[in-house]
């Protein structure tokens, strides 16, 4: 075993083996291989790449080089995971809906990165959360309440760490073969018994074509089964953000109303719930019709807003969360609304655009290191299609001075386009299992 030469396999255009791959992950766990070889190996893959054999040792050896979690719990245990959008709190209505149905959901999540949002971002917006805990604590959050969100421990596959922050200074993170990797060696280190994968496409994700999105869902449901984790896909729509806010408190908030049986909150938001969760449930034998129809009423019932409350005062959140969520989530100072401009209909929204107008008010990162101001983001976005007059809403700015406000506002009038009425795309694009 030699890293050279497994380097050099790739750069010729060849796949090493499963071994070689395996002993290269283990290499980048234990410091083995070399910051400039872990470089040069990225380079290769990102311009030959691997082939779907070679996918699926890389996953593995990534998800070995840590700590995989094993389960003794009497239900099925799941979990989802997004390529990011904005908008986008999935998480926090499908995992203690799936917890109010009977399964366990170890939801090892990240934070936001670039224009999207991070699900341990929103949860940490509801004081007193803590979203780094022991596997010994997850073990007992996840018995007491079936659900837990919380970020990945330090022996969570470390090949993978180690390999993402190399690739992000070498220009080699567009790469399908280290995408999948990395999103599965993750996932698959929580030691799942199933996965279901919202892949976004549009102006608000990271796949702007079709094509993109189709091609790394296909991808990522093909090394998951091949890895042993049964997995489907769905492919939807990111023209338009999925919840009508975008920020951490702003979007605990819309969820919370649909938890509380409001579904008229965020339609969108609620619908690509059932179906992602409906798809999860398929997977293990069940009529998918039918584990829509138990989703729905696990969240119109409040049997999820019981699960979700109980994850967060396990978590170190409020106790009453469920009761009194409105006087617990941070406001912002100031508080505006965005008019349009003209007349006409709402025809395209660049998604990204407001994603990093949020992160400009300070709802998101622009280097490692910032400090999330969890208060601020954007509420009341109108939706794509809609008919609007002059000087009609177009959404609302919460910022934490007039300065950001006014920022806010020039961006979001950038963003957001008024005129012919548009096609709309489905929620859904494609289904791939």
Wanted: aromatic content about 2%.
């Amino acid at each position: 075993m030699d890293a050279r030469a497994i380097i050099a396999l790739i750069r010729r255009g060849k796949t090493p083996s499963d071994a070689e791959l395996k002993w290269f992950t283990n290499g980048l766990a234990t410091g083995a291989v070399s910051d400039a070889q872990a470089g040069a190996f990225a380079m290769a893959v990102c311009l030959n790449g691997l082939s779907d054999a070679g996918r699926i040792a890389l996953t593995e050896g990534m998800r070995d080089s840590g700590d995989v979690l094993k389960w003794d719990f009497d239900g099925p245990v799941l979990d989802k995971h997004s390529t990011g959008g904005v908008g986008d709190p999935v998480s926090l209505l499908l995992a203690p809906a799936l917890a109010a149905c009977g399964i366990f959901v170890p939801m090892i999540s990240g934070r936001g990165l670039g224009h999207t949002g991070g699900t341990l971002d929103k949860l940490e917006a509801i004081p007193g959360v803590s979203t780094n805990v022991s596997t010994a604590q997850l073990k007992q959050i996840l018995r007491k309440t079936g659900c837990a969100i919380v970020g990945a421990t330090a022996a969570s596959a470390p090949a993978d760490k180690r390999l993402y922050a190399i690739r992000d200074v070498t220009g080699t993170v567009e790469s399908v073969d280290l995408i999948t990797a990395s999103i599965l060696s993750k996932k698959l280190a929580a030691g799942l018994q199933g996965l279901v994968l919202d892949v976004k496409v549009g102006s608000g994700a990271f796949m702007k074509t079709e094509a993109e999105a189709t091609a790394l869902a296909r991808a990522l449901v093909d090394v998951a089964n091949g890895a042993g984790c049964p997995t489907a896909a769905l492919v939807t729509d990111m023209d338009e953000p999925l919840a009508p806010a975008l920020g951490n408190a702003v979007e605990v908030a819309v969820c919370m109303d649909v938890l509380s049986g409001n579904k008229l909150a965020s339609p969108r938001l609620h619908d690509l719930t059932v179906a992602l969760g409906a798809r999860l449930l398929a997977l293990h034998g069940e009529a998918e019709g039918e584990a829509e129809e138990k989703l729905t009423d696990a969240i119109a019932s409040g049997r999820a807003m019981t699960h979700f409350s109980e994850m967060i005062a396990l978590m170190g959140g409020p106790s009453d969360m469920a009761d009194n969520w409105r006087t617990h989530l941070p406001k912002a100072r100031v508080i505006g609304d965005v008019a349009a401009p003209q007349a006409g209909y709402i025809s395209a929204i660049d998604g990204e655009a407001l994603g990093l107008a949020v992160v400009g008010l300070g709802g998101g990162r622009r280097v490692e290191t910032d400090r999330i101001n969890p208060a601020v983001g954007l509420t009341d976005v109108v939706a794509l299609g809609t008919k609007v007059s002059q000087n009609e809403h177009l959404c609302t700015v919460h910022a934490a001075t007039d300065t950001d406000a006014e920022e806010a506002a020039q961006a979001i009038l950038k963003a957001i386009t008024i005129g012919q009425k548009p096609e709309i795309s489905p929620l859904i694009r494609e289904r791939i299992s």
